[in-house]
């Protein structure tokens, strides 16, 4: 049990454009899920925390226009990188949590932008 | 401020040698404690945690850590390294003020020699 599914796993997409992550708890409902950004070879850096029905809490430097999240459901919760830039390829990883302080992790969406 | 710091920023060992990760923990109460092993361009998995009790965690793919207050640590160990072994560690520590967020070291690669 416990499974988070991201989609897509790995996206390519040109700079100016707009790209949209699922995360999904594939076995359990999650009122607050987590987006993670890890540049290469580097520890996790938490983006924002996302709660279902409420606005996501943003990190101190990261820019809520540029990415939108949304937790429309217990089960989804969505990152949309707007207006992509290249220095905004990296690889993005969600996390579900559940009971006292349990996350379960996505297998992460690689971001490349052109 | 609460924090983690992994010292150890490589770490190579031979294939059936013993392993220990070093985890230190700064928290003003008794911590959650969590060690994740992360793959290349995989997901994090979690290996073990500690929320109370026995001192001695038992996990996955036999790996066991200490929780010793007196040391603020949190060492991840195995008696027998496998080569499958190889990937990236990071330790957590959960949080405060009900946010349920990780705290996150910045993680130990570990290699392991045939």
């Known amino acids: 049990g416990a499974v988070v599914s991201q989609h897509p796993s790995w996206v390519i997409c040109k700079s100016g454009t707009s790209v949209k992550i699922e995360c999904r708890s594939l076995?359990?409902?999650?009122?607050?899920m987590f987006w993670y950004r890890q540049f290469p070879k580097q520890s996790l850096m938490l983006m924002a925390t996302?709660?279902?029905?409420?606005?996501?809490?943003?990190e101190q430097g990261v820019e809520k226009d540029k990415f939108l999240i949304n937790h429309a459901s217990l089960t989804l919760s969505t990152l949309t990188v707007t207006s992509a830039h290249p220095e905004d390829s990296s690889f993005y990883i969600c996390?579900?949590?559940?009971?006292?302080?349990?996350?379960?992790f996505g297998p992460g969406t690689r971001l490349t932008v052109t | 401020a609460q924090s983690v710091t992994q010292p150890d920023i490589h770490i190579t060992v031979s294939e059936g040698a013993s392993l220990e990760l070093r985890c230190n923990y700064s928290y003003g109460a008794t911590p959650y404690l969590f060690w994740y092993v992360q793959s290349p361009g995989q997901g994090l998995q979690l290996l073990l945690k500690y929320f109370s009790g026995d001192t001695l965690v038992q996990g996955i793919k036999g790996f066991e850590a200490e929780f010793k207050r007196s040391q603020s640590s949190f060492n991840l160990r195995k008696p027998s390294v496998h080569w499958s072994d190889a990937a990236e560690y990071f330790c957590a520590v959960g949080a405060t003020s009900g946010t349920y967020k990780y705290i996150f070291g910045t993680g130990t690669r570990l290699k392991v020699l045939a």
């Open positions: 996302s709660n279902e029905g409420s606005k996501a809490t943003y």
């Open positions: 076995d359990f409902q999650a009122t607050t």
């Open positions: 996390s579900a949590h559940r009971g006292r302080y349990e996350q379960y």
